[in-house]
Structures are given as structure tokens and as C-alpha cells.
């Protein structure tokens, strides 16, 4: 394939999501293959740079719930198709694990978690995904189910946000292997240090690097 061709085809699929056709979604990602694209790159190159501009949308108020939705349905679309090809990279192979993620008691705001929680999919991760407005003891009672490396905590409320601190002290008391990630659009990198939070993240796809940082630093203790 020509770096024109693929150019050409990773563009067309991130604005396919961008406009949320899941028919061209779907015929992109067949082409991708057939014409020998790596299945990872038609991801992150191309759909997830869709979805990303989706959010850019969402942040200035020119998409809505309803839109994002519907890109992340053509994202699905796509994803069915290429994960079955998609390959771990051979160096983080091995960093894949599992992660609880949730919006905190009192706020309902879940279209961030919704995008980290396609991000994580998308890169192999097992993701129990509790929801919107889940309380205290729920982020608690399933790191210790699943023994899941990462509790993903997101919150959109200054109000909210504060009941992220107990989370982290229930879950380190439990768990003191457990890392915890914080993020949503009142959370800073220094309130994710004030709370003892192990990470924060600003975006979806910081909060997918923090993750594979994580689980590497984990799995070399």
C-alpha cells in the first residue's frame, strides 16, 4: 500500500466516525485489510482519531450525547471487523490487564468514561465498567472480585470529584497494589496528587498510555 493510499484511507475512516456512518466505517475497515494495512494502525490512526475530534466537538458544544453516541456505534462497527487482526505489539504484550471503571456517587456525566472505556477495549484491556453515579463501596468490592491492576475514578462536578479521595483511601487500605487513575474536567495533576491518586488523566488517550505505564511498572515489581 502506497503512504498516500494509506493516508487516504486513514483520513476517510476518522471522518466516517466523525460523521457516524458506520456503512463507510465498515467498507473502510474491510479495504484497510484487504489492501494489507496492520489492523492497530486503522484503529488509532484512523478511528480513534475520529472519535477524538468527536470529543473536541463535544468540548465546544458543537456535538452532543446523542452524536458522540453515535460515532462511538460507527467506532464499534469498525472495531468488529479489524480486532480480530489487531495484534498486541510484541513489547507490550505482556502489559495488557484488567481495569474497573466508573463515574463517582452523584454524578451521571459518563461520556468520558464512555470514550476511556472504548480506548481501553480497543487496546486489549478487560474492562468492568460500573456506570454512572456508583458508590464508594462498589469501586472497593470489585477491584477485590476481579483483582483488576487499574480503578479508572471519573468525575465531572467540583462536588463530586471530592468523593474521590475516600474511593482511593478504601481502595489503597484493601488493595495497596492496586493503581488508581483519576480524571473528568474539574480533576488536575495536582489534585490526582492531593487525593494519592497513581495517575491522572486529562484525555482518552492519555488515560490509555497512563494505563500500559501502569501495568508495565506493575508487572516489573
Aim: aromatic residues 4%; proline residues 3%; charged residues 30%.
Amino acid at each position: 500500500m502506497t503512504p498516500e493510499r494509506e493516508k487516504e484511507i486513514l483520513e476517510r475512516l476518522a471522518e466516517a466516525v466523525l460523521n457516524y456512518d458506520e456503512d463507510a466505517v465498515r467498507q473502510l475497515a474491510q479495504e484497510a485489510l484487504d489492501e494489507g494495512m496492520d489492523a492497530n494502525k486503522a484503529v488509532f490512526d484512523g478511528m480513534v482519531e475520529g472519535m477524538k475530534k468527536a470529543g473536541d466537538l463535544y468540548e465546544q458544544q458543537e456535538y452532543f450525547v446523542p452524536e458522540l453516541l453515535m460515532c462511538a456505534d460507527a467506532m464499534y462497527a469498525g472495531l468488529e471487523i479489524l480486532r480480530p487482526h489487531m495484534q498486541a505489539k510484541k513489547d507490550d504484550s505482556k502489559v495488557k490487564g484488567q481495569v474497573v471503571m466508573g463515574v463517582v456517587q452523584g454524578d451521571v456525566h459518563d461520556i468520558g468514561k464512555n470514550l476511556v472505556k472504548i480506548m481501553f477495549e480497543a487496546a486489549g484491556f478487560e474492562v468492568h465498567d460500573l456506570g454512572k453515579d456508583v458508590p464508594l463501596e462498589k469501586f472497593v468490592e470489585e477491584q477485590l472480585r476481579t483483582d483488576s491492576e487499574i480503578v479508572a475514578l471519573s468525575a465531572m462536578m467540583t462536588t463530586t470529584m471530592v468523593g474521590m479521595k475516600d474511593i482511593i483511601k478504601a481502595i489503597k487500605e484493601k488493595n495497596p497494589k492496586a493503581r488508581i487513575m483519576i480524571g473528568g474536567a474539574p480533576v488536575t495533576d495536582e489534585i490526582a496528587d492531593r487525593f494519592g491518586a497513581d495517575g491522572y488523566a486529562k484525555d482518552a488517550s492519555n488515560a490509555l498510555k497512563e494505563a500500559i505505564n501502569m501495568i508495565a511498572s506493575l508487572r516489573e515489581l
